[in-house]
Nanobody, 130 residues
Framework: QVQLVESGGGSVQAGGSLRLSCASSGYTDSITCMGWFRQAPGKEREGVGTIARDGTTTINYFMKGRFNISRHNTENSLILQMVSLEPEDTGMYYC????????????????????????WGQGTQVTVSS
């Protein structure tokens, strides 16, 4: 099992920035891909971006230039840096860890939520006011 704990959410005004962190523990040697997803009220969970064990990053096309994913210190700690936040960015942000590297490809993001080899944190709330 892998445990994921997110932190860093909060409320900001439009145009502001936030830095989310995800700490992983447990059987992390099995993980080949980590990433961030988000879910707005009444909407499906969507991929924000992922980073593979080799450092390859993939960012949601519509968030490029504003969101960046990186590792912090170790391979098992993940950062999501968000700038120029918009009210549409409001939602619960979830850290994801997957055994299968295919989930680092955006084509597989829609299937990540229900896959048994994907782990999720409890989420951290981001609220952006206009």
């Amino acid at each position: 099992q892998v445990q994921l704990v997110e932190s860093g959410g909060g409320s900001v005004q439009a145009g502001g920035s936030l830095r989310l962190s995800c700490a992983s523990s447990g059987y992390t040697d099995s993980i080949t891909c980590m990433g961030w997803f988000r879910q707005a009220p009444g909407k499906e969970r969507e991929g924000v971006g992922t980073i593979a064990r080799d450092g390859t990053t993939t960012i949601n096309y519509f968030m490029k230039g504003r969101f960046n994913i990186s590792r912090h210190n170790t391979e098992n700690s993940l950062i999501l840096q968000m700038v120029s936040l918009e009210p549409e960015d409001t939602g619960m942000y979830y850290c994801m860890a997957a055994k299968d590297r295919k989930f680092c490809y955006s084509a597989w993001w829609e299937l990540a939520a229900g896959h048994d080899s994907v782990y999720w944190g409890q989420g951290t709330q981001v609220t952006v006011s206009s």
